[in-house]
C-alpha cells in the first residue's frame, strides 16, 4: 500500500466503473497521465496522481444535458368517415 494520495489502475478502475486493462490502455495511449514505479525491465507499477484524475474527469465531463423533445402524437383517424 502506497502512503501518497495517488491512484492505482485497480482502484481507479472501481472508481470509474471500468476494468484496470482500460486504465492501463488509456495511459500507454497518452490519454491518461501516470508515472511507472517499477525499475526499467519488470512489470509496469503505475500510480495515477489526483490531479491527472480531476483533468481527465473534467475534459470528459458533459457541460448540459438538452431537454428532452416533445413529440406530438398525432390524431387518430376514423376510418369510417371515409366510406
Known sequence: ???????????LARRWRCS????RAMIAAGEL???NLAPRGQRPQYRIPPEAV???ER????AF???PVRRRIAPRINVESFV
Open 1 to 11: 500500500m502506497t502512503t501518497d494520495c495517488s491512484y492505482t489502475p485497480p482502484q
Open 20 to 23: 484496470p486493462d482500460r486504465i
Open 33 to 35: 497521465d501516470a508515472f
Open 54 to 56: 480531476r483533468s481527465f
Open 59 to 62: 475534459a470528459r465531463a458533459v
Open 65 to 67: 444535458t438538452p431537454e
